[in-house]
């Protein structure tokens, strides 16, 4: 794992206070889970270099995110989910796999073609899965066309890549970047990492699909956060555009999942939208991001998760669900003139954000 410069992790300052802050608020939490499920699963579609795909989603309960026990990020409330006791049993693990594998064979005529695996963490990371499991969910799934795992960039390489692409299963790592820009990844999500670790990722699947058969690949797809907290909405407009052109330009990294923030329970995100210091993105942010970066050479996707309500990204109430409807639209087709076809009053409003928020007055509307 990357270590914070000295400078970051100076006591009750930058990084070291954000850490505080968040051990704090993960506190509260009180739940427990069963170590034999899983999170959630489900059943859906998605957009891949191959085309769009019949996808089974998976998100396995591991014992957590080595970052977010020492506090993590500023609007992660993934380990509120996590299993007491920090870790899970390889058997533990196969059981959560067949439990998903139960509730595809019940909810789908067939078997997906795209398996995405998230964990609370990183799926990568030998502390939360295993070796031992992590073969045996590849060859589980060895007669599936796609895969993708989730992991922070620290431990990506080329052998993990390999457990997967060995079996013939194009194998993309996912990882949640948040932003290229350094400042707005350390200040503001608290994430310890730079975009040069992500650059040695990207570079380390690049081998690895070199490494495989030519029919089989490996690639990286990049997670964004559109608009954590302390930004107005313009710098999140503009640190998503560059993020994006940034993500794209980058070998071996050939998606990227534009997202925008919402606002999770026992996080730092939570305590700023209770005293009124943070609203999610606009839609209407979203879209304009998507439609400035259609040219990129790399797919760009995204999924507002809680569109419409005011802990997700919203827009007025009366468009959020056609706004909406153009992104997923825009994710399978990546065509900008879907969007063309909505407009609502609201826009005006978005404008005047855009042009006149400023982070002394933010945000200047709910
Ligand atoms: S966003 Fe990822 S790295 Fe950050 S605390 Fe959550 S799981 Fe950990
Ligand atoms: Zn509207």
Request: aromatic share 8%; hydrophobic share 35%; glycine share 6%.
């Amino acid at each position: 794992m990357s270590k914070p410069t000295p400078e970051v992790y100076e006591q009750g300052k930058g990084m070291d206070a954000h850490n505080q802050a968040m051990r704090e608020i993960r506190s509260r939490k009180e739940a427990s889970y069963d170590p034999h499920e899983p999170t959630r699963v489900w059943l859906d579609e998605d957009n891949t270099p191959d085309g769009v795909k019949s996808s089974l989603t998976i998100i396995l309960n591991t014992g957590g995110c080595r970052w977010a026990r020492a506090g993590g990020c500023t609007m992660c409330g993934y380990v509120a989910e996590s299993v007491d006791g920090g870790s899970v049993t390889h058997e533990a693990l196969m059981d959560q796999i067949d439990v998903c594998l139960a509730h595809e064979a019940d909810n789908a005529e067939e078997p997906a073609d795209l398996i995405k695996i998230y964990t609370s963490g990183s799926f990568l990371d030998e502390r939360e899965v295993g070796a031992e499991s992590r073969r045996a969910i590849a060859d589980t799934f060895a007669d599936r066309d796609r895969i993708v795992v989730e992991s922070l960039p620290d431990f990506v390489d080329r052998e993990k890549i390999g457990d997967f692409t060995r079996h013939g299963i194009d194998t993309d790592v996912a990882i949640g970047l948040e932003t290229a820009t350094d400042r707005v990844r350390h200040d503001c999500v608290n994430k310890y990492f730079d975009f040069a670790d992500f650059e040695d990722a990207c570079a380390e699947a690049a081998t690895a699909d070199d490494e495989a058969d030519a029919d089989v690949e490996a690639g990286i797809k990049a997670y964004l956060l559109m608009k954590p907290p302390f930004l107005t909405e313009s710098e999140a407009v503009d640190d998503m555009i560059s993020s994006v052109e940034r993500c794209a330009d980058v070998d071996g990294c050939h998606t990227v999942s534009m997202n925008p923030c919402n606002v999770q329970r026992y996080t730092m995100v939570d305590d700023l939208y209770f005293e009124d210091g943070y609203r999610p993105p606009w839609l209407w942010s979203v879209a304009h991001v998507l439609e400035e970066t259609a040219a990129v050479d790399a797919i760009v996707v995204s999924d507002p998760v809680g569109h419409g309500s005011d802990r997700g990204p919203h827009n007025c109430q009366e468009c959020d669900d056609r706004v909406q409807k153009a992104i997923k639209d825009f994710d399978l087709r990546q065509d900008p003139t879907v969007f063309e076809q909505v407009s609502c009053e609201c826009e005006l409003t978005w404008e005047t954000v855009v042009e006149r928020e400023r982070s002394f007055n933010q945000p200047l509307t709910r």
